[in-house]
């Protein structure tokens, strides 16, 4: 097993940038997943493959990932993406692992 | 329409026995992998492990190995999550959730909603 780590919080104003980050010394060459979660919620799949994005989701997310670190970045973050975020790693013979979630918080 | 529909909540004492569902359609049940995932109240996302349904394997994380048991009846397309002795801090949400297509074998982007359990005296 490994362990992602993440920031417990993050603050951005509204318009602003927003980044996450997301470590750990087994992300080199394992793809990493980020994950929206809101109050009383199921997580939702925001950004896949470290940074593609499944239907639905806006440009204004996007992710980069370089050695054992994977960012996260909203661009123009909007008072809507206030929510908990999660990243997710899964190698070839384990089961999938999530950090310990980040709560954005837009004011 | 793809999809993961989840037993309802439950509220148990401890030293109960419980199995929870996870009833799938939409898709190939046999050929992708399915999950659970647990979150104790005001707290992260947890994977507990994932099977497949194809040949069974099972994959848990090590916190729950021998805690509880993940199991799939491909007859019925349903995935369960089994514990044999219930404790007040089995109390959580607990998730399902599949990787399917584009997604598999890195992501999961389908969810159920959620199975509530309350362990209480």
């Known amino acids: 097993s490994y362990e992602l780590t993440q920031p417990p919080s993050v603050s951005v104003s509204p318009g602003q940038t927003a980044s996450i980050t997301c470590s750990g010394d087994k992300l080199r060459g394992v793809f990493v997943s980020w994950y929206q979660q809101k109050p009383g919620l199921s997580p939702l799949l925001v950004l896949f493959q470290d940074r593609k994005r499944p239907s639905g989701i806006p440009e204004r997310f996007s992710g980069s990932s370089s050695g054992d670190t994977a960012t996260l970045t909203i661009s123009g973050t909007q008072a809507m993406d206030e929510a908990d975020y999660y990243c997710q790693a899964w190698d070839s013979s384990t089961a999938p692992v999530f950090g310990g979630g980040t709560k954005l918080t837009v004011l | 329409e793809v999809q993961l529909v989840q037993s309802k909540a439950e509220v148990k004492k401890p030293g109960d026995s419980l199995r929870i569902s996870c009833k799938a359609s939409?898709?190939?049940?046999?050929?992708?992998?399915i999950g659970w995932v647990r979150q104790m109240p005001g707290k992260g996302l947890e994977w507990m492990g994932i099977?497949?349904?194809?040949?069974?394997?099972?994959r848990y994380s090590p916190s729950f190995q021998g805690q509880v048991a993940i199991s799939a009846d491909k007859s019925v397309t349903t995935a369960y999550l089994q514990w044999s002795t219930l404790k007040a801090s089995d109390t959580a949400m607990y998730f399902c959730?599949?990787?399917?297509?584009?997604?598999?074998?890195?992501?999961?982007?389908?969810w159920g909603r959620g199975t509530v359990l309350i362990v209480s005296s």
């Open positions: 959730a599949t990787s399917l297509g584009d997604y598999a074998g890195h992501s999961f982007h389908i």
């Open positions: 939409g898709f190939s049940f046999n050929t992708y992998w």
């Open positions: 099977i497949y349904p194809g040949d069974s394997e099972t």
